[in-house]
């Protein structure tokens, strides 16, 4: 059994929606989860604090950079007489 295609005359079918999961993999998936979880390396916050860190203070100098551009262009433009 299909669902109508857009052009009502071929069916659309999923491969998969007969097919049902075997009830006895659930324990194992758990299973398997809880050992990577286990066995997975210690995150180290203080790295990834670093790399925050670092991220805000790009974002400054590059808005600060913007900024210095921006007075600048504005300081020619009045000497320039352009306003």
């Known amino acids: 059994m299909g669902i109508p ?5 071929n069916l659309v079918t999923s491969p998969r929606a ?3 999961a ?3 993999t659930a ?3 758990s299973s398997l989860n809880q050992e990577r979880r ?3 390396e210690p995150r180290d916050e203080g790295a ?4 925050l860190t670092q991220n805000v203070n790009l974002n400054c100098t590059f808005a ?3 900024s210095a551009d921006e007075a600048q262009d504005n300081s020619r433009k009045r ?3 352009k306003r």
């Open 18 to 20: 007969d097919e049902s």
């Open 38 to 40: 286990n066995t997975a």
């Open 22 to 24: 075997p009830t006895d």
């Open 27 to 29: 324990p194992e998936v």
């Open 48 to 51: 990834i604090s670093d790399c």
């Open 64 to 66: 600060n950079r913007i």
């Open 79 to 81: 000497v320039l007489g």
């Open 5 to 9: 295609s857009k052009d009502g005359e």
